[in-house]
């Protein structure tokens, strides 16, 4: 890649900050274990002076968390035999509703449940919001999941779904004895080397010091229920309500850690590495048989039409989003991955132009690429 289309990305994410796209950014493109572009852009916050983003500064990961730790773990523990994915969620969570729905379909949002439920409103006035980011909290919301029916016959179509992430989270527990922060920490985060992803366990105050310690955090949202704006604490609100530590949300990382992983993943795709199997590599990424799905197991595929990952990317590319304003793209047949790590929710979740953004970007990286 030429300095010359260098240049036009951090233009391109130089104008982004300037239109209020996001306050801050963080573009990385990888190609072939490499990286060929790494910049960073804009403030930390806008509501009062601050420094500028930087490379190592920290985002709220959002919805990567699915991917990123669970979707992770789950290839984990399938590799030590720990759990097989045409398992019943009844064999790990005997109180769940249908005993037709399997870890299968939890990963690849078919399960039949619905997308989202603000949980954290009925424990918090349950309990007058002294549940919140605690063990009882999550306990709460946990068992408000576990008593939700699909609402549609699993397998047989396909919805986004948090909460399925919620009870992959809890069977994950279930197996191993540890909660999925300890896990991640243990057969992810230290086992590959990557200190900079982590979650931030808002039940333990001295932990979340400990977790924060000397990071730079980029600012989420302005709370309207909390009071306050967010900075190192999780944006997703049922997350906080369980503490900070969940399946679908509440990991935090650079965008650096966030390529490590990933490289791991395209380097057993290319039959590299010992980190993960290759065989279930693939299984992980093959598109699924529901008719008109972009998911896979964990994973999402850009839409044929009108895709957040824009118009070039290759056939067999992978990748998620994240409410905060966070992606991730990875094309194993050209070895390239390209992640965009902002907080187009600071000050508020209502900026929604990173939608009309982030496709043209992805676009733009492309061409720059592969000229």
């Not at 233009?11 to 274990?33: I, S």
């Amino acid at each position: 890649m030429k300095r010359a289309e260098l240049s036009g990305l951090s233009q391109r994410m130089e104008e982004a900050v300037a239109t209020g796209v996001f306050p801050g950014a963080v573009l990385w493109v990888q190609e072939a274990g490499r990286c060929v572009h790494a910049s960073a852009h804009g403030k930390l916050r806008t509501d009062k002076p601050g420094p500028d983003v930087a490379l190592d500064t920290c985002f709220d990961l959002a919805s990567l968390t699915k991917v990123l730790s669970t979707a992770a773990l789950m290839m984990d523990a399938l590799s030590r035999g720990r759990i097989a994915l045409d398992a019943p969620v009844t064999r790990f969570l005997p109180g769940f509703a249908d005993d037709r729905v399997t870890l299968s379909h939890l990963l690849e949002h078919s399960s039949g449940l619905i997308a989202w439920r603000p949980f954290f409103e009925e424990v918090a006035a349950a309990a007058g919001g002294n549940m919140l980011a605690t063990d009882k909290g999550r306990d709460a919301i946990r068992a408000l999941v576990l008593a939700e029916k699909p609402v549609k016959d699993p397998g047989s179509a396909v919805e986004y779904s948090d909460l399925g992430f919620i009870l992959l989270d809890w069977i994950l527990e279930k197996v191993t004895g540890q909660s999925c922060d300890r896990l991640f920490d243990s057969r992810i985060r230290m086992r590959l080397n990557i200190p900079d992803l982590f979650f931030i366990d808002l039940k333990s105050p001295r932990e979340a010091r400990r977790r924060r310690g000397k990071r730079v955090f980029a600012a989420t949202e302005h709370c309207p229920w909390r009071g306050r704006t967010l900075v190192g604490e999780v944006h997703d609100d049922n997350t906080y309500a369980m503490g900070g530590v969940s399946g679908h949300a509440g990991l935090f990382g650079t965008a650096e850690g966030v390529a490590t992983l990933a490289q791991s993943w395209l380097d057993a795709w290319q039959g590299r590495g010992k980190d993960w199997p290759s065989e279930l590599l693939r299984l992980f990424w093959k598109p699924s048989v529901q008719e008109g799905s972009t998911r896979t197991l964990g994973f999402d595929r850009p839409a044929s039409k009108d895709s957040q990952a824009g118009s070039k990317m290759g056939p067999k590319t992978v990748g998620h989003l994240g409410f905060t304003g966070t992606s991730l793209w990875i094309d194993p047949e050209a070895e390239r991955m390209i992640i965009l790590l902002s907080n187009r929710v600071h000050p508020s979740r209502e900026n929604e132009k990173i939608k009309t953004f982030r496709p043209g970007l992805h676009d733009l990286v492309i061409e720059a690429c592969t000229k």
